[in-house]
Protein backbone atom coordinates (compact mmCIF):
# COMPACT_ATOMS: atom_id res chain seq x y z
CA UNK A 1 0.00 0.00 0.00
CA UNK A 2 1.74 3.42 -1.15
CA UNK A 3 0.59 6.23 0.68
CA UNK A 4 1.87 10.03 1.11
CA UNK A 5 3.80 9.49 4.52
CA UNK A 6 5.02 6.17 3.09
CA UNK A 7 6.44 7.79 -0.09
CA UNK A 8 7.90 10.45 2.24
CA UNK A 9 9.21 7.89 4.89
CA UNK A 10 11.19 6.53 1.38
CA UNK A 11 12.76 9.26 0.15
CA UNK A 12 14.39 9.85 3.48
CA UNK A 13 15.58 6.63 3.69
CA UNK A 14 17.12 7.19 0.35
CA UNK A 15 18.68 10.47 1.33
CA UNK A 16 20.10 8.94 4.27
CA UNK A 17 21.52 6.12 2.72
CA UNK A 18 22.83 8.06 -0.56
CA UNK A 19 24.79 9.70 1.90
CA UNK A 20 26.90 6.64 2.73
CA UNK A 21 27.02 4.54 -0.68
CA UNK A 22 28.26 5.50 -4.08
CA UNK A 23 26.25 5.66 -6.68
CA UNK A 24 25.73 2.19 -8.67
CA UNK A 25 25.68 0.13 -4.94
CA UNK A 26 23.18 -2.46 -4.26
CA UNK A 27 21.98 -0.95 -1.09
CA UNK A 28 21.62 2.64 -2.74
CA UNK A 29 20.01 1.82 -5.92
CA UNK A 30 17.32 -0.46 -3.45
CA UNK A 31 15.92 2.02 -1.72
CA UNK A 32 15.64 5.06 -4.16
CA UNK A 33 13.99 1.97 -6.40
CA UNK A 34 11.36 1.69 -3.29
CA UNK A 35 11.38 5.15 -3.17
CA UNK A 36 10.75 5.58 -6.66
CA UNK A 37 8.14 2.39 -6.97
CA UNK A 38 6.11 4.66 -3.82
CA UNK A 39 6.27 7.63 -5.88
CA UNK A 40 4.70 5.94 -9.03
CA UNK A 41 1.65 4.15 -7.09
CA UNK A 42 1.05 7.63 -5.38
CA UNK A 43 0.70 8.99 -8.73
CA UNK A 44 -1.88 6.21 -10.12
CA UNK A 45 -4.36 8.15 -8.66
CA UNK A 46 -3.60 11.50 -9.11
CA UNK A 47 -0.07 12.36 -11.33
CA UNK A 48 0.01 15.80 -9.80
CA UNK A 49 1.56 15.24 -6.29
CA UNK A 50 2.75 17.95 -3.81
CA UNK A 51 3.98 18.07 -0.61
CA UNK A 52 4.63 21.37 1.28
CA UNK A 53 6.72 21.64 4.42
CA UNK A 54 5.67 24.06 7.00
CA UNK A 55 8.37 23.26 9.73
CA UNK A 56 6.54 20.63 12.06
CA UNK A 57 3.50 20.45 9.31
CA UNK A 58 3.54 18.62 6.22
CA UNK A 59 0.88 19.00 3.44
CA UNK A 60 0.13 16.41 1.19
CA UNK A 61 -2.06 18.53 -1.33
CA UNK A 62 -3.85 21.00 0.51
CA UNK A 63 -4.91 17.82 3.35
CA UNK A 64 -1.81 18.28 6.20
CA UNK A 65 -0.50 14.43 6.87
CA UNK A 66 -1.36 13.73 10.89
CA UNK A 67 1.28 11.03 11.06
CA UNK A 68 3.95 13.19 9.75
CA UNK A 69 3.61 16.20 12.60
CA UNK A 70 6.64 17.09 14.03
CA UNK A 71 8.73 15.13 11.38
CA UNK A 72 12.21 16.00 11.82
CA UNK A 73 12.57 16.46 7.57
CA UNK A 74 10.20 18.53 7.38
CA UNK A 75 11.88 20.65 9.24
CA UNK A 76 15.05 20.40 7.80
CA UNK A 77 13.90 20.92 4.36
CA UNK A 78 11.87 23.59 5.34
CA UNK A 79 14.25 25.42 7.64
CA UNK A 80 16.46 25.95 4.88
CA UNK A 81 13.96 27.23 2.15
CA UNK A 82 12.40 23.79 0.55
CA UNK A 83 9.09 24.58 1.47
CA UNK A 84 7.62 22.60 -1.48
CA UNK A 85 8.46 19.89 -3.84
CA UNK A 86 5.91 19.25 -6.86
CA UNK A 87 5.75 16.13 -9.39
CA UNK A 88 3.99 17.73 -11.51
CA UNK A 89 4.10 14.64 -14.10
CA UNK A 90 5.65 11.22 -14.10
CA UNK A 91 8.95 10.86 -14.08
CA UNK A 92 12.08 8.62 -15.47
CA UNK A 93 13.98 6.56 -12.53
CA UNK A 94 16.73 8.66 -13.64
CA UNK A 95 15.09 11.86 -13.23
CA UNK A 96 14.31 10.75 -9.88
CA UNK A 97 17.46 9.92 -8.88
CA UNK A 98 18.79 12.86 -10.36
CA UNK A 99 16.72 14.69 -8.14
CA UNK A 100 17.45 13.04 -5.06
CA UNK A 101 21.21 13.78 -5.55
CA UNK A 102 20.58 17.21 -5.76
CA UNK A 103 18.80 17.25 -2.81
CA UNK A 104 21.31 15.70 -1.03
CA UNK A 105 24.19 17.85 -2.67
CA UNK A 106 22.34 20.54 -0.93
CA UNK A 107 21.62 19.02 2.10
CA UNK A 108 25.78 18.42 2.44
CA UNK A 109 26.85 21.60 1.47
CA UNK A 110 24.32 23.24 4.12
CA UNK A 111 25.80 21.17 6.44
CA UNK A 112 29.20 22.18 5.18
CA UNK A 113 29.01 25.86 5.09
CA UNK A 114 27.28 25.53 8.76
CA UNK A 115 30.30 23.76 9.99
CA UNK A 116 32.52 26.32 8.40
CA UNK A 117 31.09 28.72 9.89
CA UNK A 118 31.72 27.54 13.39
CA UNK A 119 34.67 26.13 12.84
CA UNK A 120 33.88 22.82 13.51
CA UNK A 121 36.29 20.17 11.93
CA UNK A 122 34.53 17.48 10.29
CA UNK A 123 33.01 14.87 11.99
CA UNK A 124 33.48 11.59 9.33
CA UNK A 125 30.71 9.47 8.18
CA UNK A 126 27.47 10.65 7.10
CA UNK A 127 27.91 14.74 5.96
CA UNK A 128 23.91 15.36 6.95
CA UNK A 129 23.91 13.90 10.52
CA UNK A 130 25.83 17.50 11.87
CA UNK A 131 25.14 20.66 12.52
CA UNK A 132 21.71 22.26 11.40
CA UNK A 133 20.96 20.92 8.16
CA UNK A 134 18.39 21.87 5.06
CA UNK A 135 18.11 23.26 1.55
CA UNK A 136 18.26 26.70 0.39
CA UNK A 137 15.98 26.69 -2.96
CA UNK A 138 14.82 23.74 -4.90
CA UNK A 139 17.71 23.47 -8.39
CA UNK A 140 16.55 20.41 -9.62
CA UNK A 141 15.15 18.90 -13.06
CA UNK A 142 12.61 20.98 -14.79
CA UNK A 143 9.68 18.74 -13.95
CA UNK A 144 10.29 18.86 -10.53
CA UNK A 145 11.45 22.28 -9.51
CA UNK A 146 9.52 25.04 -8.55
CA UNK A 147 11.99 27.63 -7.80
CA UNK A 148 14.69 29.34 -10.07
CA UNK A 149 18.02 28.78 -9.73
CA UNK A 150 20.04 32.33 -8.15
CA UNK A 151 23.73 32.32 -8.82
CA UNK A 152 24.57 32.93 -5.86
CA UNK A 153 27.48 30.19 -5.19
CA UNK A 154 27.77 31.30 -1.41
CA UNK A 155 27.93 27.92 0.28
CA UNK A 156 29.64 26.07 -2.06
CA UNK A 157 32.96 28.72 -2.02
CA UNK A 158 32.44 28.27 2.21
CA UNK A 159 32.70 24.65 1.59
CA UNK A 160 35.65 24.89 -0.56
CA UNK A 161 37.17 27.13 1.49
CA UNK A 162 36.64 24.75 4.46
CA UNK A 163 37.53 21.38 2.50
CA UNK A 164 41.06 23.59 1.78
CA UNK A 165 40.88 24.15 5.82
CA UNK A 166 40.29 20.73 6.26
CA UNK A 167 43.09 19.76 4.33
CA UNK A 168 45.54 21.73 5.28
CA UNK A 169 45.03 20.41 8.99
CA UNK A 170 45.73 16.73 7.38
CA UNK A 171 41.86 16.04 8.11
CA UNK A 172 42.09 14.24 4.30
CA UNK A 173 39.82 15.05 1.96
CA UNK A 174 35.68 15.32 2.32
CA UNK A 175 35.21 13.73 -0.83
CA UNK A 176 30.98 13.91 -0.14
CA UNK A 177 31.58 17.45 -0.12
CA UNK A 178 33.50 17.86 -2.88
CA UNK A 179 31.01 15.91 -4.77
CA UNK A 180 28.08 17.59 -3.25
CA UNK A 181 29.94 21.06 -4.52
CA UNK A 182 30.25 19.33 -7.66
CA UNK A 183 26.50 18.47 -8.49
CA UNK A 184 25.16 22.23 -7.24
CA UNK A 185 27.22 23.79 -9.45
CA UNK A 186 26.32 21.64 -12.28
CA UNK A 187 22.36 21.90 -11.57
CA UNK A 188 23.42 25.88 -11.58
CA UNK A 189 24.85 25.31 -15.28
CA UNK A 190 21.49 23.98 -16.62
CA UNK A 191 19.02 25.70 -14.20
CA UNK A 192 17.90 27.76 -17.28
CA UNK A 193 16.71 27.01 -20.34
CA UNK A 194 20.16 27.95 -22.30
CA UNK A 195 23.24 26.69 -20.38
CA UNK A 196 25.49 29.23 -18.74
CA UNK A 197 29.04 28.80 -17.06
CA UNK A 198 28.33 30.98 -13.85
CA UNK A 199 31.83 31.97 -13.03
CA UNK A 200 32.66 33.85 -9.59
CA UNK A 201 34.58 37.39 -9.68
CA UNK A 202 37.36 37.48 -6.79
CA UNK A 203 36.68 39.94 -4.31
CA UNK A 204 39.75 39.73 -2.09
CA UNK A 205 43.40 37.99 -3.01
CA UNK A 206 42.97 35.31 0.00
CA UNK A 207 40.47 33.77 -1.60
CA UNK A 208 41.97 33.11 -5.01
CA UNK A 209 42.42 29.63 -4.41
CA UNK A 210 38.75 28.80 -3.48
CA UNK A 211 37.08 31.49 -6.62
CA UNK A 212 39.44 30.33 -8.75
CA UNK A 213 38.71 26.32 -8.04
CA UNK A 214 35.30 26.69 -8.30
CA UNK A 215 35.71 28.70 -11.68
CA UNK A 216 37.55 25.93 -12.97
CA UNK A 217 35.04 23.12 -11.82
CA UNK A 218 32.47 25.22 -13.93
CA UNK A 219 34.49 25.56 -17.03
CA UNK A 220 35.79 21.79 -16.86
CA UNK A 221 32.46 20.41 -16.48
CA UNK A 222 31.12 23.15 -19.38
CA UNK A 223 33.82 21.92 -21.68
CA UNK A 224 33.33 18.42 -21.02
CA UNK A 225 29.92 18.44 -21.56
CA UNK A 226 30.46 20.52 -24.38
CA UNK A 227 32.16 17.80 -26.05
CA UNK A 228 29.79 15.39 -25.17
CA UNK A 229 30.24 13.31 -22.33
CA UNK A 230 28.05 11.48 -20.38
CA UNK A 231 26.79 13.04 -17.33
CA UNK A 232 29.00 10.92 -15.06
CA UNK A 233 31.98 11.94 -16.87
CA UNK A 234 30.99 15.62 -16.74
CA UNK A 235 30.85 15.68 -12.73
CA UNK A 236 34.16 13.37 -12.74
CA UNK A 237 36.02 16.14 -14.85
CA UNK A 238 34.22 18.36 -12.14
CA UNK A 239 35.66 17.04 -8.94
CA UNK A 240 39.35 17.10 -10.93
CA UNK A 241 38.38 20.64 -11.99
CA UNK A 242 37.50 21.22 -8.60
CA UNK A 243 41.00 19.59 -6.86
CA UNK A 244 43.47 20.57 -9.25
CA UNK A 245 45.24 23.25 -7.32
CA UNK A 246 44.39 21.37 -3.76
CA UNK A 247 48.17 21.26 -3.41
CA UNK A 248 48.13 24.69 -2.74
CA UNK A 249 47.59 24.02 0.69
CA UNK A 250 51.22 22.95 0.89
CA UNK A 251 52.57 26.14 -0.34
CA UNK A 252 53.71 29.10 2.15
CA UNK A 253 51.18 32.00 2.20
CA UNK A 254 53.34 34.31 1.65
CA UNK A 255 54.74 33.02 -1.21
CA UNK A 256 50.92 32.17 -2.50
CA UNK A 257 50.20 35.33 -2.25
CA UNK A 258 52.98 37.33 -2.82
CA UNK A 259 51.99 40.89 -4.53
CA UNK A 260 55.08 40.70 -7.11
CA UNK A 261 57.55 38.22 -9.22
CA UNK A 262 58.42 35.33 -7.28
CA UNK A 263 62.21 34.75 -6.94
CA UNK A 264 63.75 31.55 -8.71
CA UNK A 265 63.34 29.60 -4.95
CA UNK A 266 59.83 30.59 -4.36
CA UNK A 267 58.98 29.57 -7.97
CA UNK A 268 60.28 26.05 -7.35
CA UNK A 269 58.18 25.77 -4.03
CA UNK A 270 55.17 27.40 -5.78
CA UNK A 271 55.59 24.81 -9.11
CA UNK A 272 55.56 21.73 -6.26
CA UNK A 273 51.57 21.93 -5.79
CA UNK A 274 50.86 19.45 -8.83
CA UNK A 275 53.04 17.14 -7.41
CA UNK A 276 51.34 17.86 -3.51
CA UNK A 277 47.97 17.96 -5.14
CA UNK A 278 48.35 14.72 -6.37
CA UNK A 279 50.01 13.27 -3.72
CA UNK A 280 47.11 14.24 -1.12
CA UNK A 281 44.29 13.11 -3.34
CA UNK A 282 46.13 9.67 -3.70
CA UNK A 283 46.41 9.54 0.11
CA UNK A 284 42.39 10.25 0.51
CA UNK A 285 40.34 8.70 -1.98
CA UNK A 286 41.20 5.67 -4.32
CA UNK A 287 38.51 6.05 -6.47
CA UNK A 288 39.90 9.72 -7.54
CA UNK A 289 43.10 8.42 -9.20
CA UNK A 290 41.61 11.22 -12.43
CA UNK A 291 41.48 13.82 -10.04
CA UNK A 292 45.05 12.71 -9.42
CA UNK A 293 46.65 12.96 -12.44
CA UNK A 294 44.87 15.94 -13.46
CA UNK A 295 46.53 17.30 -10.53
CA UNK A 296 49.89 16.43 -11.36
CA UNK A 297 49.80 17.34 -14.90
CA UNK A 298 47.86 20.62 -15.28
CA UNK A 299 50.38 22.57 -15.63
CA UNK A 300 52.10 20.34 -18.48
CA UNK A 301 52.04 22.19 -21.88
CA UNK A 302 52.04 20.07 -25.22
CA UNK A 303 55.32 21.11 -26.27
CA UNK A 304 56.73 19.14 -22.96
CA UNK A 305 57.10 22.66 -21.23
CA UNK A 306 55.47 23.63 -17.64
CA UNK A 307 56.38 21.51 -14.79
CA UNK A 308 56.71 19.31 -13.27
CA UNK A 309 59.28 17.96 -15.66
CA UNK A 310 58.46 14.78 -16.97
CA UNK A 311 61.85 12.56 -17.35
CA UNK A 312 59.91 10.84 -20.46
CA UNK A 313 57.83 12.65 -22.04
CA UNK A 314 54.44 11.08 -23.10
CA UNK A 315 50.61 12.68 -23.90
CA UNK A 316 48.71 13.79 -20.52
CA UNK A 317 44.96 12.64 -20.29
CA UNK A 318 42.42 14.27 -22.42
CA UNK A 319 41.15 15.86 -18.63
CA UNK A 320 44.34 17.38 -17.89
CA UNK A 321 44.31 19.18 -21.26
CA UNK A 322 40.79 20.03 -20.81
CA UNK A 323 41.63 21.05 -17.30
CA UNK A 324 44.66 23.03 -18.33
CA UNK A 325 43.24 25.64 -20.77
CA UNK A 326 40.41 26.43 -18.42
CA UNK A 327 42.95 26.78 -15.65
CA UNK A 328 44.65 29.47 -17.70
CA UNK A 329 41.75 31.28 -18.62
CA UNK A 330 40.57 31.47 -15.37
CA UNK A 331 43.98 33.07 -13.92
CA UNK A 332 44.22 35.46 -16.72
CA UNK A 333 40.60 36.93 -16.39
CA UNK A 334 41.26 37.37 -12.53
CA UNK A 335 43.21 39.99 -10.97
CA UNK A 336 46.23 39.36 -9.52
CA UNK A 337 48.33 41.22 -6.76
CA UNK A 338 51.16 41.43 -9.57
CA UNK A 339 48.77 41.66 -12.65
CA UNK A 340 45.48 43.01 -13.36
CA UNK A 341 43.22 41.09 -14.92
CA UNK A 342 43.13 40.87 -18.92
CA UNK A 343 39.78 41.51 -20.73
CA UNK A 344 37.90 38.24 -21.87
CA UNK A 345 38.79 38.87 -25.31
CA UNK A 346 42.62 39.35 -24.90
CA UNK A 347 42.47 36.00 -22.78
CA UNK A 348 40.60 34.21 -25.76
CA UNK A 349 43.32 35.73 -28.43
CA UNK A 350 46.05 34.05 -25.75
CA UNK A 351 44.13 30.97 -25.45
CA UNK A 352 43.76 30.73 -29.55
CA UNK A 353 47.63 31.65 -29.92
CA UNK A 354 48.61 29.44 -27.82
CA UNK A 355 47.09 26.28 -29.53
CA UNK A 356 49.69 23.65 -30.52
CA UNK A 357 52.19 24.45 -28.29
CA UNK A 358 50.81 24.97 -24.88
CA UNK A 359 47.15 23.64 -25.77
CA UNK A 360 46.07 20.63 -27.70
CA UNK A 361 44.45 22.62 -30.61
CA UNK A 362 41.37 20.27 -30.82
CA UNK A 363 40.96 21.06 -27.32
CA UNK A 364 41.85 24.93 -27.59
CA UNK A 365 39.15 25.57 -30.65
CA UNK A 366 36.07 23.05 -28.75
CA UNK A 367 37.06 25.90 -25.43
CA UNK A 368 36.48 29.02 -27.27
CA UNK A 369 33.53 27.33 -29.62
CA UNK A 370 32.20 27.05 -26.05
CA UNK A 371 32.53 30.21 -24.65
CA UNK A 372 31.01 31.71 -27.63
CA UNK A 373 28.23 29.67 -27.10
CA UNK A 374 27.63 29.33 -23.10
CA UNK A 375 27.59 32.03 -21.68
CA UNK A 376 29.69 32.95 -18.49
CA UNK A 377 27.37 34.36 -16.39
CA UNK A 378 28.78 36.55 -13.01
CA UNK A 379 27.92 34.22 -9.81
CA UNK A 380 27.90 35.78 -6.48
CA UNK A 381 29.54 35.38 -3.57
CA UNK A 382 26.44 37.12 -0.63
CA UNK A 383 29.08 39.19 1.19
CA UNK A 384 30.45 42.22 -1.25
CA UNK A 385 31.86 43.81 1.78
CA UNK A 386 35.33 43.41 1.10
CA UNK A 387 35.99 45.06 -2.81
CA UNK A 388 39.39 43.77 -4.14
CA UNK A 389 41.69 46.50 -5.23
CA UNK A 390 43.08 47.11 -8.34
CA UNK A 391 46.75 45.88 -8.69
CA UNK A 392 49.17 49.16 -8.78
CA UNK A 393 49.92 50.23 -12.17
CA UNK A 394 54.19 49.74 -11.10
CA UNK A 395 53.79 45.93 -10.11
CA UNK A 396 50.67 45.13 -13.29
CA UNK A 397 53.46 46.91 -15.45
CA UNK A 398 56.69 44.84 -14.31
CA UNK A 399 54.97 42.03 -14.39
CA UNK A 400 55.64 39.42 -17.20
CA UNK A 401 53.43 39.89 -19.96
CA UNK A 402 51.77 36.09 -19.44
CA UNK A 403 52.80 34.22 -16.37
CA UNK A 404 49.13 32.66 -15.48
CA UNK A 405 49.90 30.84 -11.96
CA UNK A 406 46.62 29.04 -12.24
FE1 LIG B 1 44.80 26.53 -11.19
FE1 LIG C 1 47.86 24.99 -10.63
Given at each position: ???????????????????????????????????????????????????????????????????????????????????????????????????????????????????????????????????????????????LA??????????????????????????????????????????????DKAIVLPLLELRRFDEYTTTHSLNVCVLAMGLAEWIGLGARDVRAFGVAGLLHDIGKVKIPLDVLNKPGRLTPEEREIMNRHP????????????????????????????????YPRLDYPRECHQASKLVHVCDVYDALRTNRPYRAAWPPAKVLAYVEERAGTEFEPDVAQRFLKMMEEWEPKPAALEDQSAAIPEPAPAAAASAPAAAPQG
Open positions: MSDAPTFLTSLAQALSTMSLYPEGHPAREGIVDVAYGHLHALQKEDRRVSFSFLGDDVVFGDRPIRSLRGWDWSNRLAGAGIQRIEFETEVTRQEFDDFLSQVLAKLTLYAAAQAAQAGQPRHGGSPIKFGQVGLREMESAPQTATVALSLHEEAETVQWMHEETQGGHGLPLAEAEAVVRSLAAAMHGVEGARIIMASEENLDLAAVVAYEHHIMLNGGG
